[in-house]
């Protein structure tokens, strides 16, 4: 539905008067659908999944790419038995604990870096060296410090986390205005009570970037991780399950745990950072 609005003017005696007329036009069906994002990305889903089907049946090998209808069915299989289930929730276990420990040390980083300037110095000099160094490529030195386990997974997902999201919100801060600052000080807030109040709210859009991309690197690098050495604490994840039927030559098997790394990105990112950023930045009006 769209509304137009119309004027009218009139000439009196008294000088010109003026109303105004709402004009309402009906959108067909098609096109009230068509605005709504979600329709559009699961149209895009749709047809992606048609692509596979159709590839994979041209192909017809399942060892090389099995079609979309094997892989559900493996996928079925595998939540019935548990199997899957199992392994995506020791991975996900194990990525809260390094992403959780990552933000809070980016926290701590970043507080130190806009309250002195030797922060701000040891901040650039650490992203400028660790951000562009692959988080996969600190495995062996994990393996070696830590051994096989869970505490060299959490080490290169601090890695991946840390310095994204403390230069973002670095970023963040220092666009934040001289009025909000001035705002700020004027009430005599100072600390992590400035940081609150002020910086946060500001930033947060740069932050909430920061949060997502941090995500992002956490989750492909913890499944990388768990193909490489995957067994934590007796059980591997989601990695571990990809290259153990790889192993066993259950190609289904091995694009129904892809199919279960791709299906919780996207729950989280258009479930779980969208309503963070409904509730934040649309709601204060931060975003258009």
């Known amino acids: 539905m769209t509304r137009a609005t119309i004027t009218l003017k009139k000439d009196s005696a008294d000088g010109d008067s003026a109303r105004h007329v709402v004009v309402v036009r009906e959108l067909p069906l098609i096109?009230?659908?068509?605005?709504?994002?979600f329709v559009r990305k699961t149209v895009i889903i749709l047809l992606l999944a048609l692509a596979w089907e159709i590839y994979g049946r041209l192909l017809d090998n399942p060892l090389l790419f099995p079609t979309l209808s094997d892989t559900i069915a493996a996928f079925i299989d595998r939540i019935g038995d548990g199997i899957l289930v199992d392994r995506a929730w020791t991975s996900i276990k194990v990525l809260l604990i390094g992403y959780a420990l990552g933000i809070i040390l980016a926290a701590v980083i970043t507080i130190l870096a806009i309250s002195t300037q030797i922060g701000t110095d040891f901040?650039?000099?650490?992203?400028?060296?660790?951000?562009?160094?692959?988080?996969?490529?600190?495995?062996?030195?994990?393996?070696?410090?830590?051994?096989?386990?869970?505490?060299?997974?959490?080490?290169?997902?601090?890695?991946?986390?840390?310095?994204?999201?403390?230069?973002?919100t670095q970023s963040g801060f220092l666009a934040v205005s001289h009025t909000l600052r001035m705002v700020g000080r004027n009430y005599e807030l100072t600390g992590l009570r400035y940081v609150a109040k002020i910086l946060i709210p500001a930033?947060?859009?740069?932050?909430?970037?920061?949060?997502?991309?941090?995500?992002?690197?956490?989750?492909?690098?913890?499944?990388?991780?768990?193909?490489?050495?995957?067994?934590?604490?007796?059980q591997g994840g989601l990695g571990w399950f990809i290259f153990e039927n790889r192993n066993l030559l259950d190609i289904p098997a091995v694009f129904a745990g892809l199919l279960t790394v791709i299906i919780i990105g996207l729950i989280v990112e258009n479930l779980v950072f969208r309503l963070i950023e409904k509730k934040t930045v649309r709601r204060w009006g931060m975003q258009g």
């Open 31 to 37: 096109q009230k659908l068509w605005s709504d994002a």
């Open 123 to 168: 901040l650039e000099v650490m992203t400028a060296m660790f951000n562009p160094l692959p988080a996969i490529a600190l495995l062996p030195l994990a393996l070696i410090w830590f051994g096989l386990g869970t505490t060299s997974i959490v080490f290169v997902l601090l890695h991946s986390v840390v310095w994204v999201v403390a230069l973002n």
């Open 203 to 234: 930033a947060f859009p740069s932050i909430l970037t920061g949060l997502k991309i941090g995500w992002a690197f956490a989750w492909r690098t913890l499944i990388a991780a768990e193909l490489v050495f995957g067994v934590a604490s007796g």
